[in-house]
Structures are given as structure tokens and as C-alpha cells.
């Protein structure tokens, strides 16, 4: 069976350059994304979640393109949207069989930029059971912390990365069904935190993922899987939209 994922982390859904009036409409971007891929699962990061007056941006894209399936996972105060409260997210053409969370482990670490005080903050992932047709399908997703932006080295907080890594190498040992894992993981150099993963899954990016340079997003698939074909594709975002087609 074919099946066609991707992530995307979408910094509030504010591009970076956007001087439009008024907010960019980053539903009905998402919802033309979604129907111009043809995308069955879609993975947000940095996601304007539910609040008190708003629906979140997983449910409202899901409405906008006729996929009824979501899940959402609220982390940190949002950087870019003031009052806002940003997490996680799952947009999904098929209905979900269960539902898990994990917050990772805080570093605890604050820097001064410019005069002002960052404090690091929660990041976490989304586990999930997907049924596509009669075939389970492990989908998993999720922000690691940034310690680059802290002027910090992800190696010397490897902790905040094998809770992460021993759930997900675990979770491969034992499975008779594929496991997809796509998100943002905050890391250029993930292989070093995070070895046993490369032994365990295949690593199907390769190159940048940011306009930047670096390469914090990754997908990763079980041997369950047959990556047939994947892309980057830049839409005037700090981080690029990861694209991969599978046959489970």
C-alpha cells in the first residue's frame, strides 16, 4: 500500500519574509499543500495549537482540506505569536487507533541574547497508531529542543535524547507493523545523539532542511517500509517541507 507522509515545521505559520496585511492564511496554505501532494499525513511543528478562543491549526487545516483526523500536542509559549501556545500536530486522511505523548526532559539552560533572557522550555513528541485501510501503521512526530539557538551543543545534553531513542528502538524490536518517525529533532548532527536509531531505522534525508543550512528535520522508516521517492520543498519558511513516499 502506498502512502505519503510529511513534516513541517511551520513557525506559527508565519513565513519568514511575510509583509502581507493582516495574518498570512496559513489553512488554506496548508489546505492546498495537503491537496496539490497529496499528502495522507502530515506532521506540524511549531503549531498554533487549541486555546480558549481558537481552534488549533491541525483541526481547522483537516477542515479546510476534508480530513477528519487529528491530534495535537501543546509544548511552549509561542516566540513568534504573542499569547499563542505552540506544540505538535497530526493532520491524517486515516483515523487514528491510539494516542501517546512524551515530553522530553527539560535541559534547564537559559541564554542572553541581546539582553534578553531565553529559558529553555518543554518539547515533546506525538506517538500514534494509524489505521490505513486494514494495515496498522505506527506515525510518530515531534520538536527536540533547539540548543543551537541557546549557543549550546546538543552533545552535551545527550540526555534530553535517549528517552526518545530507547521508546523508538524499543518500540522496532518488537513490531510486526511499520514504524514512520518524521519531525523536527533540532539537530545537524543527530547521528551522535542519537546512534542506536541509525542502527535500528533507515535515515531517508539527506542534505539541508533549512534555508539556513543546517539539517534539524528528519524522517526515519522501519524495514517494514520502501521509501520510493522523497523531497525538500521550500516555501518561504525557516524550515523547509519534508516530503516522502512509502509502500508499507
Known sequence: MHL???TFNIGCGVPMDWKGNGDFDIVSFLGNLIRNENIDILALEESPV???KNA???ELTGQTCGYEYYQELPLSPSHILPGKTMGVGIVSKYAFAKIETMILPNPE???????KILVSHNKGFLMTEIMVGDQRIHFITGHCFPFHS???DEENFVFHFRTLEK????LEEGAQ???????????????????KLYQQYHSVLSGETRPSGRSDDHIFVSNH???????TADFGFDHYCCICEVEI
Open 4 to 6: 505519503k507522509i510529511a
Open 50 to 52: 487549541k486555546d480558549e
Open 56 to 58: 488549533g491549526l491541525a
Open 109 to 115: 539552560i537559559t541564554y542572553n541574547k541581546n539582553g
Open 150 to 152: 541557546f549557543k549550546a
Open 167 to 170: 521508546y523508538l528502538c524499543d
Open 177 to 195: 507493523d511499520p514504524i514512520l518517525i518524521a519531525g523536527d529533532f533540532n539537530s545537524s548532527k543527530l547521528e551522535r545523539v542519537m546512534p
Open 225 to 231: 517500509c520502501t521509501v520510493t521517492k522523497w523531497k
